[in-house]
């Protein structure tokens, strides 16, 4: 049973818009990540957030920003939406310090953009 | 870029076989990770190995790490229908925090 909430769950967007989406973290868990899931491949590493900055970032573009609040939710924007951003996006927490530690994947936000 | 290759692709076994999906990876690891998906929802976390361990259990699932080929295997035996689902594995690599680096997938189907 996943402690990570995200919305919304499903998402339709035309291509050019803008688009927030948004994750509750786990309770105890400090950092924040977002993956890019794309049909039938793995998860692409988006960015990670620790004390509401930003402390690591996949090769994406900077119109993919985010946002950690001080509960530790987070928000995932990405402005000028293309058709290639159609994805599955994934939220996971953890706790920074603790590297064997696993993620806690939220169930994630399913864009369509057309 | 993906970090690792798993292998095979899709794999159909019967209900009490045993499944066995490989992971390859690039680069030095500090750990590696298991992940189930099912039907495209979110993932589950199932096994860690640290780089330093050579083979891991928890319950129907063994998991077994070699850093000097840059591969893991993760078994499921006496498999079940439940089963069904996406495996990936995920790296955690040196000097690079938290950041989970996938694969793309083994697709298991567990026929009854």
């Known amino acids: 049973e996943t402690g990570v909430t995200q919305s919304p769950t499903h998402l339709i967007k035309t291509r050019g818009q803008q688009v927030t989406l948004r994750c509750s973290s786990q309770?105890?868990?400090?950092?924040v990540s977002w993956y890019q899931q794309a049909l039938g491949q793995g998860p692409q590493f988006i960015f990670q957030?620790?004390?509401?900055?930003?402390?690591g970032r996949g090769n994406f573009p900077p119109r993919f920003s985010g946002l950690q609040f001080p509960n530790y939710s987070s928000e995932l924007n990405v402005n000028a939406l293309e058709l290639d951003d159609s994805a599955l996006y994934l939220c996971a927490s953890s706790f920074l310090g603790q590297k064997d530690y696993g993620y806690t994947f939220g169930s994630g936000t399913r864009l369509t953009v057309v | 870029s993906q970090q690792g290759e798993e292998d095979p692709q899709a794999l159909s076994i019967q209900e009490g076989e045993n499944a066995t999906m490989n992971c390859s990876y690039k680069t030095s690891i500090n750990n590696l990770q298991w992940y189930r998906q099912n039907s495209g929802r979110g993932l589950v976390h199932l096994i860690l190995?640290?780089?330093?361990?050579r083979e891991k259990h928890s319950g129907r699932l063994r998991v077994t790490l070699d850093t000097s080929k840059k591969s893991s295997s993760l078994l499921i035996t006496a498999s079940r229908a439940a089963d069904t689902a996406s495996y990936f594995c995920?790296?955690?690599?040196?000097?690079?925090?938290?950041?989970?680096?996938f694969g793309g997938g083994t697709r298991l189907m567990v026929k009854p």
């Open positions: 995920a790296t955690v690599r040196n000097n690079a925090g938290n950041m989970l680096t």
């Open positions: 190995i640290r780089s330093n361990e």
């Open positions: 309770s105890g868990h400090n950092t």
């Open positions: 957030y620790y004390r509401e900055e930003e402390n």
